[in-house]
């Protein structure tokens, strides 16, 4: 099993801008189920990898560094944009 994941944040689908897409992330999976804390009811997770995020300018240099760490990994591919094309007169019918 993998202990990351490498992909490329999608678009916000709230809003028009594309900041921050062209950017790649290194999450770290954890590697145990969160329990929940029975006093508090929140969740809780002893693995603090779990909650590291690393961005990385492009896919080649997210793999050089979990090579160089030893992070075994998995890649997902970033999602194909849908363009729904339409004329404005389509309002219309």
Do not use: C
Not at 19 to 42: K, N, S
Not at 48 to 70: N, R
């Amino acid at each position: 099993m993998p202990d990351a994941r490498i992909f490329q944040r999608p678009k916000n689908s709230t809003q028009s801008g594309r900041a921050g897409t062209d950017r790649w992330v290194l999450e770290h999976i954890p590697r145990e189920p969160t329990p929940l804390d029975p006093l508090t009811g929140w969740n809780g997770l002893a693995d603090t990898q779990a909650q590291v995020k690393l961005h990385f300018p492009t896919l080649e240099a997210a793999k050089a560094y979990a090579d160089k760490k030893g992070i075994s990994y998995h890649v997902v591919p970033a999602p194909q944009p849908r363009l729904k094309l339409q004329a404005y007169a389509d309002n219309f019918r």
